[in-house]
């Protein structure tokens, strides 16, 4: 290796980092490579990546920040893989007396995006640039193609898209998974739902096997070709082909692992973000939501246990017509699917419109194509949809889906109707089933619930005979004050 200065510097050695590395040099970049040294372990992290994986490729090592910080070519690109939360901050506070102006932090961890806001702004008024971005794909992603958004300071774009482009996952048409998503903390917040969107999907996937597994006379052999299947069609999905392939799965013993596994969900966190930022913007994403809390509920294992004895409860027609019950479960699958990709992208675009972000929907969806976990071929059928000359208001409103919805809807209808009966748990299938009816309901029962606010708490209502925006207060008991509540709403 000659000494020219690194083309950029990567820090923090775990299971992406080292990765991202590896994949950057093989796009014949140069890295540097930083890791703190962590005491107790007999070789460091550094050399045992440099002498391991990376030995004999266009990598130098470093234990010093401020070598490695001075190993880099101006403006210096660093790239930090580190624990989301404090570690980016301890690292920013070491690396800013060692940076000159121009130079760019890349954060490519799972950072909250109002983290990045403000590491984007303290950054800039240091005279740096600093690039908020999402990195999907997990290990494999890291290694061979990652999906990348990225988002902060806008300056820094032209000088970090070559490479990020070189490293992210391409589209069977030769299109990175990797576009400018916006200003300030966007990319993370893009980063965000998309993992909110995963957490949906899986539930979803995770109850349609719950279906067929329970209503349906066949193994895990015939439940993976089914999976495998639909992975040919409009289904077809890195999540649905992987779930054939854990289907087919056997231990050691050659039992199949996933009975083995216990049913008690874990979860990071994004998930939750994603549900409590929504919230924040006023928004619904009940799908998500719902795969959120029955991760939670999942892990309450021994209280399910207790409770399953205390109330008895079975199916009640053992077996089912296999092709129907099938295609039902296929329909409730794809259209709870397309509930959930619409709420999600409602979420972006409130957000993008609240913070003046101007986000590219379908840009969005063309990144979310390749590399990531959710990577789909429907996404670019969301993508055509927001790219249409005629936006639709909502994705669920463009006319590709329409006809989809309607021929979605029988067997979507079918299959919630004999989990209820067979009392099976589809959250998630109902959640986004209730969601499409309030949805395409002029009315809805909200009148009784500003009515009983008005009542008890003088919060006003809109009527039906006046204009929106004007508020009344009834004086519901005859002895209620005119005084009103303020009207906003949070
Ligand atoms: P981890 O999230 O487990 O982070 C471990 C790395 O952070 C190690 O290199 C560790 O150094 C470093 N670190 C910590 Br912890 N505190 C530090 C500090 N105060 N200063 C400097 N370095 C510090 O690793 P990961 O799973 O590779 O994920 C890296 C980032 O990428 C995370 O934000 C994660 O959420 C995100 N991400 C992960 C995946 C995935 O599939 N794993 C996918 C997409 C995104 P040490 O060796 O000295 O402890």
Redesign the pocket.
């Known amino acids: 290796m000659d000494n020219k200065k690194s083309d950029i510097g990567l ?7 080292e990765n991202l590395a590896l994949n950057m040099e093989s796009k014949n970049w140069q890295v540097s490579v930083y ?2 040294t ?1 005491i107790g372990v007999e070789e460091g ?1 550094v050399d045992r990546f440099v002498n391991g994986r990376a030995k004999g490729k266009n990598v130098q090592g470093f234990t010093e920040i401020k070598d490695f910080v001075e190993s880099l070519a101006a403006p210096r690109k660093i790239m930090m ?4 939360g404090s ?1 980016v901050d ?2 920013m506070d070491q690396l800013f007396p060692l940076l000159s102006a121009g130079d760019i932090l890349i954060d ?4 909250n995006y109002e983290d990045t806001n403000r590491r984007v702004e303290l950054s800039e008024s240091k005279g740096f640039l600093f690039v908020g971005s999402g ?2 794909g ?2 494999e992603g890291a290694l061979n193609g990652a999906s990348i958004m990225p988002g902060g300071s806008a300056n820094a774009w032209s000088q970090v898209k070559p490479i990020l482009q070189s490293i992210a996952a391409k589209t069977s048409d030769g299109t990175p998974c990797c576009e400018w998503v916006g200003p300030a903390g966007s990319g993370h917040f893009v980063k965000m739902i998309h993992n909110g969107i995963e957490y949906g999907d899986m539930q979803l996937i995770a109850e349609a096997y719950w279906m067929m597994k329970n209503l349906l006379s066949v193994d895990h052999e015939e439940i993976a070709s089914i999976f495998a299947g639909w992975n040919e069609g409009k289904l077809r999905s890195y999540l649905i082909e992987i779930t054939a392939n854990i289907l087919k799965h056997k231990d050691k013993s050659g039992d199949y692992l996933v009975d083995k596994i216990l049913d008690a969900a874990g979860q990071k966190g994004t998930g939750k973000w994603s549900v409590i930022n929504a919230m924040e913007l006023g928004m619904p994403l009940g799908l998500i939501a719902t795969a959120v809390f029955e991760r939670s509920l999942s892990s309450q294992k021994a209280l399910r246990e207790t409770a399953s004895h205390s109330y008895k409860h079975g199916h009640l027609q053992a077996v089912y017509n296999k092709p129907e019950l099938v295609k039902d479960v296929h329909s409730a699958l794809y259209a709870s699917k397309l509930v959930s990709y619409a709420q999600g992208f409602a979420v972006l675009q409130k957000a993008s419109d609240a913070f003046g972000w101007n986000l590219n929907l379908s840009s969005i969806a063309r990144m979310w194509r390749g590399g990531c976990i959710i990577r789909s071929v429907f996404l670019n059928d969301i993508a055509a949809a927001f790219e249409a000359k005629e936006k639709p208001e909502h994705l669920l409103l463009a006319p590709y889906f329409k006809e989809e919805m309607r021929q979605l809807l029988p067997g979507w209808k079918n299959l919630v109707a004999a989990a209820v009966r067979e009392e099976l748990p589809v959250p998630a299938f109902s959640s986004a089933l209730n969601y499409f009816y309030s949805l395409v309901s002029e009315k809805l029962p909200a009148n009784m619930v500003q009515a009983q606010r008005d009542y008890f708490g003088a919060h006003t209502f809109e009527r039906t005979d006046n204009l929106r925006g004007v508020f009344f207060h009834e004086n519901w008991t005859g002895h209620g004050g005119d005084t009103k509540s303020g009207t906003y709403n949070v």
Do not use: K, P, Q, Y
């Open positions: 820090i923090g050695l775990a299971v992406m980092g890791n703190r962590v992290v893989m580190v624990r989301a570690a301890e690292l490519g961890g799972n950072s990195v999907s997990g290990e």
